[in-house]
Nanobody, 116 residues
Framework: QVELVESGGGLVQAGGSLRLSCGAS????????MGWYRQAPGKQRELVAI??????NYTDSVKGRFTISRDSAKNMVYLQMNSLKPEDTAVYYC???????????WGQGTQVTVSS
C-alpha cells in the first residue's frame, strides 16, 4: 500500500501562483506513472498533468501555465501552477501507480481556490 499526502493548496487571487507538493510513503522509483487530477464542485475528476513513460502530458486548459515535476531523491511530486484562473478552483489530487495495468493510488486531496 502506498500513501500519498498532498500539501500546498490554498486561496490565491487570479494571476497568482501556487506549488502543490505530494509526498509518497515509498520510493517513487517504484512508481512509473505519477500525476495530478482535480475535481471541481459538480464536475467529474479530470487529469491535469501526468508524468508517464518518461514524458509529461497536460490537459489543454493548463498547458503553458502548470508544470509537473518529480524529485525521486525526496519521493516527491510537484505541480507548479502559474497564472491561476478562477476556473482552476478545485480539489487537487495526487495519483501514482507502478505502471500501466496497475491500480492508481490516491492522496486525500488539497483545496485550491482562485478568486477573481
Amino acid at each position: 500500500q502506498v500513501e500519498l499526502v498532498e500539501s500546498g493548496g490554498g486561496l490565491v487571487q487570479a494571476g497568482g501562483s501556487l506549488r502543490l507538493s505530494c509526498g509518497a510513503s515509498t520510493n517513487i522509483f517504484r512508481l512509473n506513472d505519477m500525476g495530478w487530477y482535480r475535481q471541481a464542485p459538480g464536475k467529474q475528476r479530470e487529469l491535469v498533468a501526468i508524468l508517464i513513460s518518461g514524458g509529461s502530458n497536460y490537459t489543454d486548459s493548463v498547458k503553458g501555465r502548470f508544470t509537473i515535476s518529480r524529485d525521486s531523491a525526496k519521493n516527491m511530486v510537484y505541480l507548479q501552477m502559474n497564472s491561476l484562473k478562477p476556473e482552476d478552483t478545485a480539489v487537487y489530487y495526487c495519483a501514482a501507480r507502478r505502471s500501466s495495468g496497475y491500480a492508481w493510488y490516491w492522496g486525500q486531496g488539497t483545496q485550491v481556490t482562485v478568486s477573481s
